[in-house]
């Protein structure tokens, strides 16, 4: 794997710069050497050195405004907003892309522009998901697009146009359940899970499988977000990685029957599996509010809300799912991105850079 580590003197943008794929993003082009700006609505910096931008990524005029003196040689596309139907995600999250290219191609600086997706493009979109004619896994690249109207394959039709116009490089990245460290950002598995399992530990009550016998029992993957943000910047810089589209996850598989021991242990908890339905979190953590509180003012953490940090709905989603999914990693392999992460060792590592926050206790 070549990655370019002389990014001095290099601009990279990345649009979302406070999600969980956006902080590692940041984080690691810093570490390179790139001067690195951040588009957020809120333009806040979670991660410092990141130079921040407010704009609003459906104002195409204002957001060309905000970025008029950028030159970013490098764009990432890390951010999408969640719309009530996928006609609606599919408005809303085509424009996302195509008022970033509009914005950032007019001063003709832009070599590369990566888009990160995931698993939806084979299982399908919330409307239809996982209903429709479905790849086999483990997912590969090359697989046709589903018959379903997907936001996704919007996005990417947008990235295409663009590149066909402006000339600039372009790749997709497609990734599984982000395992991350961010600050501020709840749709994030392993926070989630560490939050639910500090709370059973605080209650007393069984850390228990919320998910579906499928997950319980099946083979899955999940996607590192520092790996991720890894092969962003790979892809962006070697030519094996220009107009080409990527899964990233792991490179490892496991089953949650397996995992979740682990982290009941980890913890200080008992567990339960799955056993006879699922367990949804959402439905189950109405006391979370009130027990984190008291969790954070008897130690001390840096967020006292439980909604900034965990997010039960998504959780659910990815562990309830009735099918197996996880992906082929063998195309990035070939082409020369051979990085990985022990899944494992990737959630306890996330655990302890929580703590050291004191964003757990």
Known sequence: MTMSTAGAGRRALVIGSTG????????????????????????????PGVQPIAADLLDAEGLSSALAEVDPELVFITAWM????????????????????????????????????????????????????????????????????????????????GAATHGYGWSVHRAHTVFGYAVGNAMNMALTLSVYATICARTGEPFRFPGSETQWNGVTDVTDSDLLAEQLLWAATDPAGRDQAFNIANGDVFRWRTLWPRIAEHFGVSWEGFDTAPAPLENRMGHADEVWREIAAEHGLAEADVSRLASWWHTDGDLGRNLECFTSMNKSREAGFLGFRTTPASFFDKVERYRAARILP
């Open 20 to 47: 969980i794929a956006g902080q590692a993003l940041c984080r690691l082009l810093l570490e390179k050497g790139f001067e690195t700006f951040g588009v957020s609505r809120s333009a806040t910096a979670p991660v």
């Open 82 to 161: 969640r719309q009530p139907s996928e006609a609606q995600n599919i408005e809303v999250n085509s424009a996302i892309v195509r008022n970033v290219i509009e914005a950032t191609t007019a001063g003709g600086s832009v070599k590369h522009v990566a888009l990160l997706t995931g698993l939806k493009h084979y299982l399908g979109p919330f409307d239809n998901y996982a209903t429709g004619v479905m790849a086999d896994t483990p997912f590969e690249e090359e697989s046709e697009r589903l018959d379903s109207p997907n936001f996704y394959y919007a996005q990417e039709d947008e990235l295409f146009a």
